[in-house]
């Protein structure tokens, strides 16, 4: 059952690697990577990563995976990454197919193709790789012949709305992968022995609670083009409910940590705190898919800090999840990491902090945050839209932390807003410049040595699947545009304070396929075939092979983009159960046109998302009583 697969090797160091920039990205083998015996493995996975390696080598959930699956004996992960231009156009001269990083194996050869969905900005990089791996790109076509492709799954955020890769893919793991791909693996094993089909083998897939195969479920237009109904085949249930993590102290993690040659974005160690945000933010999708809140414990966390420093030999340790803030020993356990391992040079960093005075604090007992500047992201410039959005925040919180900061040393911010929202006014966008004015003025207030500079990003907001903001229709690029501008005339007033607007044309397209449904499957064909690659990067993203792409499709795309969808509409998503209930996020909706704000029902009663009951799972979260300071 297992193939012989060819490596590559000889060719990919004689033809590629002395001609490329930045070799050592390419060359696999790093420590504490996995070497496993391709002859041995009773099954083999290679996961593509559709970035570059300093991209992709920073993606923690990359990282579990790859432990998850390598920690079973009898079966083999290896990893692939989407070459940059150079790599690519020599692979192509050469003929010399997409291979793994461990042992530079053909894509193609490995039993299951795994690709994480991080962005909708991506898709056109995965076609890029199925197609340097020489494989069909369509799933009908990878069915002829049975078992001579490989099985091609995804997962990951963008993986709630899959119907516009339905296409590409056998099936899609929706939640946390943990669990799902080694129960993957099992049944493959199990059907390929038995000699069953690759369709006998889907059919018992999409049993497995988190797998979503795309061909058991149709999707019906009407006349107007408007979604009717979702067909079931071959009994597939009528919605695919994500897996999660239930314990989450025992979930693997890799203490082994690889260390890559070249550097990557977040090049340090890491130790993920707790899955989940209950803030209730009505623009997140990640504080929706990811919940409930699962905390691990202290002892847990020193533990695995421990083991992934001395493993490693970084000088920097990570604190990750999607709110470290709000972790609810968070205080005592940076006392303890920096007692543990500060003798030995070592720091720790947060990846995010809440905008409070609490949050500074935080920052000020970890040095190495001053370096960089501090970070926050008040989201919206008026407490009116922060109260649509659910953001949590204040004002008074708001100067508190600058204030807190500017009396720690602090001389540059960076803060975070975004254009566009639901109910957003003039007033509103002004309120950003104001919010830069007033901290500049605390600034000069204090009487300082060095002025303080700040930098305001905006992005243009996406409305995403799954979240309370799904029925609103993205604003015109027309009107963002007209946004940008009256920002940009704010700005030009304001001395310390400089402005940068995310691209309008980008967030647009992020906008139509993170709404979007299987129609647009035929549009990132034809941008594949078109050149389109690498869209989030600036330097490649190419608009007018989109809109082309669009035409020859002969879809509108500000219908998916700009349209809002009404209480009553079939969603393309809707078959898709990530836990909290449509009913919720709809009265979530209604309660933004009003500015009602939610509480976080982690330290009040619970909102009724609905996500514990459905999932059988509580928030998990450590009382206060039982954080010990070292």
């Known amino acids: 059952m297992v193939k012989l697969a060819k490596s590559w090797a000889a060719e990919v160091e004689m033809h590629l690697l002395p001609y490329v920039d930045k070799p050592a990205q390419y060359l696999g ?103 340097l791996a020489g494989l069909p790109l369509l799933t009908a076509e990878r069915a002829e012949g049975d078992w001579r492709w490989p099985l091609v799954v ?67 237009w009407d006349e107007a083009g408007r979604l009717q109904e979702i067909q079931l ?33 977040h090049d340090r160690a890491v130790i993920e705190v707790m899955r989940g945000c209950n803030r209730g933010c009505r623009f997140c999708q990640a504080g929706i898919i990811y919940r409930p809140v699962r905390e691990k414990s202290p002892e847990v966390l020193r533990k695995q800090a421990a083991a992934a420093l001395a493993a490693t030999g970084y000088d920097e340790l990570g604190m990750i999840s999607l709110s470290t803030a709000d972790y609810s020993c968070v205080g005592s356990l940076i006392e303890q990491l920096l007692a543990e391992h500060s003798a030995d040079g070592v720091s720790v960093s947060l990846p995010s902090l809440r905008v409070d005075a609490v949050s500074v604090g935080l920052a000020e007992k970890l040095q190495t945050v001053r370096k960089g500047g501090l970070t926050l992201a008040p989201e919206a410039g008026t407490q009116r839209l922060r109260d649509i959005i659910n953001k949590g925040v204040a004002e008074a919180d708001i100067f508190a932390a600058a204030e807190a900061a500017l009396a720690a040393g602090w001389n540059s911010f960076k803060l975070y807003f975004m254009a566009g929202l639901p109910y957003e ?27 303080l500079s700040i930098t305001v990003s905006v992005a243009f907001f996406v409305p995403k699947s799954h979240t309370p903001f799904q029925w609103f229709g993205q604003n015109s690029r027309e009107e963002l545009a007209r946004k940008r501008e009256l920002l940009y005339t704010e700005f030009k007033q304001i001395r310390g304070a400089r402005l940068n607007c ?27 075939q078109l050149g389109c690659k690498f869209d989030s990067w600036h330097e490649h993203f190419a608009y007018d092979k989109w809109l082309q792409a669009f035409a020859q499709a002969g879809i509108d795309p500000a219908s998916y983009a700009e349209r809002c969808f009404a209480e009553d509409e079939l969603l393309p998503w809707e078959h898709i159960d990530c836990g909290v209930s449509k009913k919720w996020l709809w009265r979530e909706w209604q309660k933004a046109a009003v500015a009602e704000k939610t509480t976080d029902c982690r330290k009040g009663p619970c909102n009724g998302c609905g996500v514990c009951q459905s999932l059988s799972c509580d928030n998990h979260y450590i009382e206060p009583a039982h954080c010990q300071t070292a």
């Open 502 to 528: 995310h691209d309008i044309e980008l967030s647009f397209l992020e906008g139509v396929f993170s709404r979007g449904d299987r129609r647009l499957g035929q549009v990132l064909l034809a941008a594949h």
């Open 154 to 220: 995804a997962g990951g955020p963008c993986a709630y709305n899959p119907e516009p890769l339905a296409d590409f893919f056998d099936l899609f793991i929706i939640g946390e992968g943990e669990d799902v791909e080694p129960e993957l693996l099992d049944l493959y094993t199990a059907c390929r022995a038995e000699g069953l089909s690759r369709q006998d083998f889907l059919r018992r897939a999409c049993q497995i609670e988190g797998i979503y195969v795309p061909q058991f479920y149709q999707p019906v």
């Open 29 to 131: 083998g790093e420590y504490n990577s996995w070497e496993k015996d391709w002859q041995q493995a009773a099954a083999t996975m290679v996961l593509l990563f559709p970035d570059l390696y300093e991209i992709g080598m920073s993606h923690l959930g990359m990282r579990i995976l790859y432990e998850v699956v390598n920690r079973r004996p009898e079966y083999l992960l290896e990893r692939a990454f989407a070459p940059a231009a150079d790599m690519e156009e020599l692979m192509r001269k050469h003929n010399i197919p997409l291979f793994s990083w461990e042992n530079y194996h053909a894509v193609r050869d490995f039993d299951i193709v795994g690709v994480t969905l991080q962005y909708e900005m991506s898709f056109t990089n995965i076609l890029e790789m199925l197609e």
């Open 233 to 265: 085949l071959e009994g597939a249930p009528a919605r695919v409910r994500k897996r999660i993590v239930r314990e989450i102290d025992a979930a693997p993690f890799p203490e082994q940590q690889i260390v890559p040659f070249a550097q990557i974005v």
């Open 425 to 451: 006014t003039d007033d509103d966008l002004r309120g950003i410049a104001q919010l830069a004015r007033q901290i500049l003025a605390l600034a000069r207030q204090q009487q300082r040595k060095r002025p």
